[in-house]
């Protein structure tokens, strides 16, 4: 049988409830006992028995990470930036997905209650009200990349409009005025953010908004191959297209190449985010950098602070990361 918390508390010559608010700080003592505590949990090797601590504290030391998906470039890049802010932090982590579905978010989040200290939440086709109508109560949340209503919602976002705008301003500067636009979910709060900062590009330079240049999409590698297609069958093509983030670039990339075109002599091309797999592209892409590891260290020491205020404090605040055009020799 291991070492016990009465063993410690009998070679300490103190009360078993000494040695438990030395070894789990929840009040002063002496500073001669609590010495005389630390010591003889050293002497002995008494390790904390997790569970009781948990018990005792009402804290589990881990949190939840819930995503609307974990495969690909950017979760796995998104994730190991969690994952070493969670070691440093010293938690461990529990990961769960949405697939965008309420039901399944709902599902998610119960499922962690009474197993984590906080969640990091991501659900860009959702909105924060949504999420916590269906998150345990007082459990501190702090979200993603996702539709927040109300200034004290922790959020650590990045600059989708204007990461796209300066990135259409780059393209129409140089001299393309017929811009195709390959959108991401029409439900997803990033997706419409890059369409608006399109937009309002578009505009601003006094150019047409010609509807047949924008092309519904996804965030796939797939509808960026169909999306590519369908812009370069118009009678009038454009001399480059913009894909909503890089995996769609990477398919519209293929159904430029089929096509017998070039990039980005026949046309320029264009994505987001700055996955680790978009310089290694033929061409190397043009692409909106991100910082996604950045984000993913921010939202744990964001979600460490709330859990330390017990996710009241005025002093948690939302962030939002800069983006930079990252000109490679796509476009």
């Known amino acids: 049988m291991g ?3 009465r063993d410690v508390a009998e070679h300490a010559k103190v009360s078993i409830s000494t040695v438990s608010r030395v070894l789990n700080d929840t009040c002063k003592v002496k500073e001669d006992k609590r010495l005389r505590v630390l010591s003889a949990a050293r002497d002995l090797g008494y390790t904390p028995n997790p569970a009781a601590q948990s018990l005792h504290s009402r804290k589990t030391g881990a949190i939840g990470i819930l995503l609307p998906y974990v495969s690909g470039d950017f979760y796995a890049e998104l994730l190991n930036g969690i994952d070493s ?10 990961i769960s997905t949405s697939h965008n579905s309420e039901e399944e978010l709902a599902a998610a989040l119960q499922g962690m209650y009474r197993r984590v200290d906080g969640i990091l939440v991501m659900a860009p086709v959702l909105t924060s009200n949504q999420v ?3 998150a345990p109560s007082g459990l501190p949340v702090v979200f993603l990349n996702t539709r927040t209503e109300g200034s004290k919602i922790p959020l650590i976002s990045f600059d989708n409009y204007g990461g796209m705008r300066q990135m259409t301003e780059y393209l129409i500067g140089q001299g393309h005025n017929r811009i195709g636009f390959i959108t991401g979910s029409a439900a997803a709060f990033d997706a419409a ?4 900062g399109y937009r309002e590009a578009i505009q601003l330079a006094g150019l047409p908004v010609d509807e047949d240049l924008v092309v519904q999409g996804e965030f796939t590698q797939q509808a960026g191959f169909e999306g590519a297609r369908r812009l370069l069958s118009l009678s009038e093509p454009p001399t480059a297209i913009m894909a909503s983030n890089d995996v769609a670039a990477i398919g519209a990339l293929s159904a430029i190449r089929e096509s017998g075109l070039r990039v980005p002599e026949d046309v320029a091309l264009t994505g987001f985010d700055d996955i680790p797999s978009s310089s290694f592209t033929f ?3 043009t692409t909106v950098h991100i910082p996604i590891s950045e984000l993913g ?3 744990v020491r964001l979600l460490s602070s709330a859990i330390a205020a017990h996710g009241t404090s005025d002093r ?3 962030e939002k990361l800069p983006v930079e ?3 490679r020799a796509s476009a």
């Not at 802010?85 to 529990?94: P, R, T």
């Open 3 to 5: 070492v016990t918390i």
């Open 85 to 94: 802010a969670a070691q440093e932090e010293g938690h461990m982590l529990l």
């Open 132 to 134: 916590l109508a269906s």
């Open 193 to 196: 953010e890059r369409f608006r």
């Open 283 to 285: 061409p190397p892409l």
């Open 297 to 299: 260290k921010r939202s």
């Open 316 to 318: 948690i605040l939302s």
């Open 325 to 327: 055009l990252r000109l």
